[in-house]
């Protein structure tokens, strides 16, 4: 990350003791880059308007393959707005946005994207839900529902093919839609807030299955989430952003074991002290950073 931010590390002792200091990011820099964004800002014109004001602005920060990065930041200050421009559907006002060393001029098909919503379709079934994506690639028959069930098993949904949106909890249609997320075989995910909906522990049984896949198959990752522990349950690293227009004010990296299983790390004496410092940041209980 080409930033003048600081960079803080949280390290956890043999004896459980845990600290917050600055230091290095730990990430492993032989892996190739799959995600930059080079002095990327992004203001949205309306008519009539000479200077639209920016979203985020003058943003530098890169992502190496299989890393997971959290974006946190006050409401409104361009977290989807970057998650759009990363996948296509936007493109940056100023600098450049690159996908596996590709600059990003349209839908990006190595991008799955996951929203809050779980948007399955309510007249198909589980299984059709999860193949729509491969349909739409033109993917034969046989191999999309192969895939489908492959990815409702690894879901903890198999059983459920012929099930209607409709006859699901909550948490099964989102993990549902995790599957679809999944079919495609996507070598970079972006998450926007996929779990906020949820109730507490059906969400940390989701992020279970979210984290082992990623950890396991090697996904890279941008998460955005307004949750700090979860911020700190999933990431290799998170950048926190200012208000509007959004710039990146620090970065800092999570030098905790079990990223794979991330009920375990919630257990670590450095995940307190993380989220401390992320409070901090983000000037949680301050009656003017109210949103």
Known sequence: MTSTSPVYVVNESASGESTVAAGPDSSNHSKRVEIEF????????????????????????????????????????????????????????TGTVMVAGQEVKGPVKRVAFMLQKDLLMPWRTIQKNVEVGMEIARVPKAERQA???????????????????????????????LARTLAMKPDVLFLDEPFSALDAQTKMVLQQDLANTLYNEQKTALFITHDLAEAVALSDRILVMSSRPGTIIEEITVDLPHRNNPLERRKLAGTGPLIGRLMELLHVGDEDAMH
């Open 38 to 93: 080079r002095g990327v800002s992004k203001a949205f014109a309306q008519k009539g308007q000479k200077d639209a004001p920016a979203v985020v602005k003058d943003l530098t920060f890169s992502i190496r393959k299989g890393e997971v990065v959290s974006l946190i930041g006050p409401s409104g200050c361009g977290k989807s707005t970057l998650l759009n421009m990363g996948s296509g559907l936007y493109s940056a006002t």
């Open 147 to 177: 895939v489908a069930q492959e990815m409702l098993h690894k879901c903890h949904l198999a059983g459920f093919e012929k099930h209607y949106p409709f006859q699901l909890s909550g948490g099964m249609r989102q993990r549902a839609a």
